[in-house]
Nanobody
Framework: QVRLVESGGGLVQAGGSLRLSCEVS?????????VGWFRQAPGKERIFVAA???????????YFGTFVRGRFTVSGDASKNTVAMQMNHLEPEDTAIYYC?????????????????WGQGTEVNVSS
């Protein structure tokens, strides 16, 4: 059974930082596909934030939505099956529920339909 569990959300003032973590279980190394972060603000659709996939050389590749503007980083620990997203310089517009998701593909895509396993989400609130 595939399971993704997010943690690290909370309330922070504008300009502050949060670190979200996603623990993935039930996926073996042979099908360790891309892991993405999405967010959904109240009344809005769920959108792509960032993603990571493990390259064949043991490194990682990452990709970010344009609105991130260098404020976020994503890292992964393959041995622990965890993916973390460090969010700095947070803005009130970043307020949303953040979801971790595992893709059906070994490379990064921005389409949420490619992500077939989802966590329950963690809430991020950024006050002005």
């Amino acid at each position: 059974q595939v399971r993704l569990v997010e943690s690290g959300g909370g309330l922070v003032q504008a300009g502050g930082s949060l670190r979200l973590s996603c623990e993935v279980s039930g996926l073996t190394a042979s099908n360790r596909n891309a892991v993405g972060w999405f967010r959904q603000a109240p009344g809005k659709e769920r959108i792509f934030v960032a993603a990571l996939n493990w390259s064949g050389l043991g490194g990682v590749k990452t990709y970010f939505g344009t609105f991130v503007r260098g404020r976020f980083t994503v890292s992964g620990d393959a041995s622990k099956n965890t993916v973390a997203m460090q969010m700095n310089h947070l803005e009130p517009e970043d307020t949303a529920i953040y979801y971790c998701a595992a893709s059906r593909l070994p490379y990064i895509t921005l389409d949420k339909r490619d992500y077939i396993y989802w966590g329950q989400g963690t809430e991020v609130n950024v006050s002005s």
